[in-house]
């Protein structure tokens, strides 16, 4: 699904997540932010298409790594979601760990030739 989501984006919107995908795959520290949110709207342009961590509550909640949408965040903060579990990313592997392969969406990314593009 998320291959479709890509293919089906605009050509001038590639090198933006391009380059966000290298920057995330060298980052080192967190927290890590979805390279492929559009920063200036906070919008995903996949949406339709998320992988499955982003349909879990955001990319991939697990609080004491950092690895959580800053909506999320906000939204717990102010209340209007107040029944968010944290730290679902280990059990969502597990029941993933079960259909097949995994792979980080850094490597993932890697491999498709329309990054190129």
Not at 11 to 19: F, G, V
Not at 25 to 50: I, M
Not at 62 to 71: A, E, F, N, P
Request: aromatic share 10%.
């Amino acid at each position: 699904m998320l291959r479709a989501g890509l293919a089906a984006l605009a050509p001038e919107q590639r090198p933006a997540i391009r380059q966000r995908m290298v920057d995330l795959a060298a980052q080192s520290c967190r927290p890590f932010v979805c390279p492929l949110l559009e920063p200036s709207t906070g919008a995903c342009p996949v949406y339709l298409q998320r992988p499955v961590a982003c349909r879990s509550y955001g990319f991939y909640v697990q609080r004491d790594r950092g690895l959580y949408c800053r909506d999320i965040e906000s939204r717990v903060a102010d209340g209007s979601l107040a029944d968010v579990v944290w730290g679902n990313h280990d059990a969502i592997d597990r029941q993933l760990g079960e259909l097949g392969e995994s792979r980080p969406l850094t490597e993932w990314f890697a491999d498709w030739a329309w990054l190129e593009s």
